[in-house]
């Protein structure tokens, strides 16, 4: 299992992106799908993600901005990210709670795709 990650680059502040992530390989069954932000010098954070009931969950910096959708059939998560802040500048990275051929959920992570905003 992998999982691809694009859309990322530098943009203005105020602009927008979308960041995309798919996956691919032996997946069964997704749980979980989300996105996470490490700026410099600071920890892993969660952005927003799909929890295993279908549920959303936004941290508090971007709600109403930030809008976390997906495509189950082809196993990709968006993120589409409006009002860009210099503060929401990072590496995003994607990640996805999968069922392949162990048969139990484990999770996987994006390679990274980094976000530049300008002020």
């Known amino acids: 299992v992998q999982l691809q990650a694009s859309g990322g680059g530098l943009v203005q502040a105020g602009g927008s992106l979308r960041l995309s992530c798919a996956a691919s390989g032996r997946v069964f069954a997704i749980n979980e799908m989300g996105w996470y932000r490490q700026a410099p010098g600071n920890q892993r954070e969660m952005v927003a993600e799909f929890t295993i009931g279908g549920s959303t969950i936004y941290a508090d910096s971007m709600k109403g901005r930030f809008t976390i959708s997906r495509d189950n059939a082809k196993k990709t998560v968006y993120l589409q990210m409006n009002s860009l802040k210099p503060e929401d500048t990072g590496l995003y990275y994607c990640?996805?709670?999968?069922?392949?051929?162990?048969?139990?959920?484990?999770?996987?992570w994006g390679q990274g795709t980094q976000v530049t905003v300008s002020s």
């Open positions: 990640r996805m709670v999968i069922v392949s051929t162990t048969l139990e959920p484990r999770p996987y």
